[in-house]
């Protein structure tokens, strides 16, 4: 019995592994090109179509399932940035910088966003991160160092838009020589926070 159960332990941690590297290999293929078929995705995982199909029913279910792990991500990032900084313009530095690197491993979902035939509740997922951040952004609202035209809707569409036009900088190739994680921090902190605010925080760092 003991060695029954050894072995379903065994072949529960190979299912986990070829799920997590179907979701890679997709994220790797769909980078490049959304287009590509799922026999692409089993090609660069080193599986057969069949074992993908054994994971995932279809290109949707892969798709929701790398935007549910990205969610995972980027809700560690927010976690990550409370946790290790203080100070809530620091906090923010670290959440808006870590987000664009983490962001620039999943390029093709900004894209995937404002196309037509996408999955219903692709968007949906994102609540959860939202909801987090509005919490986030209202703590450090609180303290009194936003700027009191900024909202939290105003300032999530800002956040939604420096990550995007970081992406478009890439995508151009705009973003050779530059620190571009330096410059969407730069733009989104004069949006959102007083100057007074930005002066402490810069004098202490």
Same mark, same amino acid.
């Given at each position: 019995?003991?060695?029954?159960?050894?072995?379903?332990?065994?072949? /529960?941690?190979? &299912?986990?592994?070829?799920? $997590?590297?179907? %979701?890679?290999?997709? +994220?790797? @293929?769909? =980078?490049?090109?959304?287009?590509?078929?799922?026999?692409?995705?089993?090609?660069?995982?080193?599986?057969?179509?069949?074992?993908?199909?054994?994971?995932?029913?279809?290109? /949707?279910?892969? &798709?929701?399932?790398?935007? $549910?792990?990205? %969610?995972?991500?980027? +809700?560690? @990032?927010? =976690?990550?940035?409370?946790?290790?900084?203080?100070?809530?313009?620091?906090?923010?530095?670290?959440?808006?910088?870590?987000?664009?690197?983490?962001?620039?491993?999943?390029?093709?979902?900004?894209?995937?966003?404002?196309?037509?035939?996408?999955?219903?509740?692709? +968007?949906?997922?994102?609540?959860?991160?939202?909801?987090?951040?509005?919490?986030?952004?209202?703590?450090?609202?609180?303290?009194?160092?936003?700027?009191?035209?900024?909202?939290?809707?105003?300032?999530?569409?800002?956040?939604?838009?420096?990550?995007?036009?970081?992406?478009?900088?890439?995508?151009?190739?705009?973003?050779?020589?530059?620190?571009?994680?330096?410059?969407?921090?730069?733009?989104?902190?004069?949006?959102?926070?007083?100057?007074?605010?930005?002066?402490?925080?810069?004098?202490?760092?």
């Amino acid at each position: 019995m003991a060695s029954l159960v050894g072995l379903s332990g065994i072949k /529960d941690i190979c &299912l986990k592994n070829t799920y $997590e590297n179907i %979701i890679n290999a997709a +994220v790797c @293929v769909w =980078n490049e090109d959304y287009s590509a078929p799922l026999k692409s995705i089993a090609k660069e995982a080193g599986i057969s179509r069949m074992t993908l199909h054994r994971h995932f029913c279809g290109r /949707d279910a892969i &798709l929701l399932a790398i935007v $549910e792990d990205f %969610i995972e991500k980027i +809700v560690l @990032v927010l =976690n990550q940035a409370e946790k290790d900084q203080d100070e809530p313009v620091q906090q923010m530095e670290c959440l808006v910088k870590n987000t664009h690197r983490l962001i620039e491993d999943y390029n093709f979902l900004f894209d995937l966003f404002e196309q037509k035939g996408r999955p219903e509740d692709l +968007v949906e997922r994102f609540k959860r991160f939202e909801d987090l951040f509005e919490a986030f952004f209202v703590t450090i609202q609180a303290k009194g160092v936003i700027k009191p035209t900024i909202d939290f809707r105003w300032a999530n569409a800002l956040f939604e838009g420096v990550m995007k036009s970081g992406f478009r900088m890439k995508q151009k190739g705009f973003d050779q020589d530059v620190d571009l994680a330096a410059m969407i921090w730069d733009a989104y902190q004069s949006a959102i926070f007083t100057p007074e605010a930005i002066d402490e925080y810069n004098a202490r760092v």
